[in-house]
Each structure stands twice: as C-alpha cells, then as structure tokens.
C-alpha cells in the first residue's frame, strides 16, 4: 500500500486548508484511515480517523475545527481544516490501517500557520 499526501501549505490564522490522501496497491480489508501530525519537539498525536463503518474520531484540540471524510471509490481521505491556528502548525502524516499490510504511513505534509 503507498500513501500520497497534498494540500499542505502556509496560510494565515484563520485560514482554511484541505488535506488529501490516496491510498494505491494491494488495498484489501480497510479498517480504518486516519490523519496524525506531529509539531517539532513534540510526540506525533491523532487529529482524526474514520473507521470503516464511518464512526469518526477527533482530538479535542480540532473538534469543531477539522471535518475528516472519505472517498471508498477513490481510496482517498480527505481533512477539512478550517479555522486554523498557529498551534496547529505541524507536519501532518495519513495513515491507513488493512488487514493484509497492517499500519502504512504517508510521507507527510507540511502545514504552517502564521499568527
């Protein structure tokens, strides 16, 4: 399975940016895909996952804020983020979880927030 991350970039503080993250390869049994990110200094934490079966999951930090989705057709997850604040800086990492190949993680993309 191979990730391929867009749509990071540098916007302003209440700004809006779009995540996009699709997925290639032997794709067989998707349990869950998920955004993570992880800011310098910092451990690498979940923004926010969708399972499946469509039950969603955010850190308490983006509720309200960020909005996950999902494409089954196109294998492609996708992260709404308005609202944006300069915490929310970080290098933001998909991340997908199948039966066959387990966790595989994405390259990574850059998100700056300027206050």
């Known amino acids: 399975v191979q990730l391929v991350e867009s749509g990071g970039g540098l916007v302003q503080a209440g700004g809006s940016l779009r995540l996009s993250c699709a997925a290639s390869?032997?794709?067989?049994?998707?349990?869950?895909m998920g955004w993570h990110r992880q800011a310098p200094g910092k451990q690498r934490e979940l923004v926010a996952s969708?399972?499946?079966?469509?039950?969603?999951n955010y850190a308490d930090s983006v509720k309200g804020r960020f909005t996950i989705s999902r494409d089954n057709a196109k294998n492609t997850v996708y992260l709404q983020m308005n609202s944006l604040r300069p915490e929310d800086t970080a290098v933001y990492y998909c991340?997908?979880?199948?039966?066959?190949?387990?966790?595989?993680w994405g390259q990574g993309t850059q998100v700056t927030v300027s206050s």
């Open positions: 991340r997908i979880v199948t039966g066959t190949e387990g966790i595989t």
């Open positions: 390869g032997s794709i067989f049994s998707v349990y869950d």
């Open positions: 969708i399972a499946s079966g469509g039950r969603l």
